[in-house]
């Protein structure tokens, strides 16, 4: 079982330490999803792996990181344009900009055709699902609610299934940064997962970072966490997934 991430009470707020996981120099929830999958795909046999994000995402360097310093082969896929200086030395494939699904569905045909394990579009996975649902073990009952940032959702779907489980009523707010994920959440959550969360759009685009990126001295990812200030009141669980490592 991975370690429990702590929690830390600062100035009448909780805040869940998910930002505390590393793995090979990195750190945060994305990356122990990420390791998971590709420890999975390892073990089926893959040697090879490849993913899709936005020309910015985190998902394509932690993935890529991992990749290169676990000793296996990558590939990203992402839209058209500029890259970050942190996708250097990753093979990219670059498409002609569509909508998501679009460009998830000629990444799957890649590691189709090229036998690629395919660590899915927000690292949608059973797996690591439960490994968010194990993170909550440490959440307070005293807390009034807990805010966290969505972007697939996939982290508010194991706290959901955990609190399921453990017959815990806290309410969640859902600060929703991109696309909405509902359709996520009906396939993925437990039924009837909308009487225990609200689900707030971000003040900002997910393009645009945010102004302010600090509360109670801890840094905040400025695409996703830094848009839930707005949101939170004391006595709140702020659940902090991990600032972005590039």
């Known amino acids: 079982m991975p370690l429990i991430t702590p929690i830390e009470f600062v100035d009448g707020y909780y805040f869940k330490r998910d930002d505390r996981f590393t793995a090979y120099g990195l750190s945060g929830a994305k990356v122990r999803g990420a390791e998971y999958l590709i420890r999975k795909g390892y073990r089926e046999g893959y040697r090879k792996f490849t993913t899709v994000g936005h020309r910015k995402s985190p998902q394509i360097h932690i993935v890529g990181t991992l990749c290169k310093k676990m000793g296996f082969a ?27 699904n679009v460009i998830a569905a000629r990444c799957h045909t890649y ?4 036998e690629y394990y395919e660590i899915p579009f ?6 690591v699902i439960d490994l ?7 959440v307070p009952l005293d807390t009034k609610r807990v805010v966290i940032p969505v972007g697939s959702g996939v982290n ?6 955990a609190f399921r489980k453990r017959r815990l009523q806290i309410p969640i707010v859902g600060v929703v940064v991109g696309k909405s994920p509902v359709k996520l ?18 003040k900002e685009k997910y393009s645009v970072p945010a102004k ?3 509360f109670c001295g801890i840094e905040l990812d400025p695409i996703y966490e830094a848009k839930c200030l707005p949101f939170i009141k004391e006595g709140d669980l702020f659940w902090i997934i991990g600032i972005r490592n590039f």
């Open 156 to 161: 508010l779907c194991g706290i959901l299934k």
């Open 74 to 100: 990558f590939t990203g896929h992402t839209p058209q344009g500029e890259l970050p200086e942190a996708f250097k030395g990753f093979n990219i494939v670059q498409h002609r900009a569509g909508y998501n």
């Open 122 to 127: 927000g690292m949608i996975d059973m797996g």
């Open 185 to 202: 959440l009906d396939a993925y959550a437990l039924y009837g997962w909308q009487s225990q969360v609200t689900l707030v759009d971000a």
């Open 132 to 138: 968010t649902s194990i993170q909550t073990f440490n």
């Open 212 to 214: 302010v990126t600090e």
């Open 111 to 114: 590691a189709k055709e090229n």
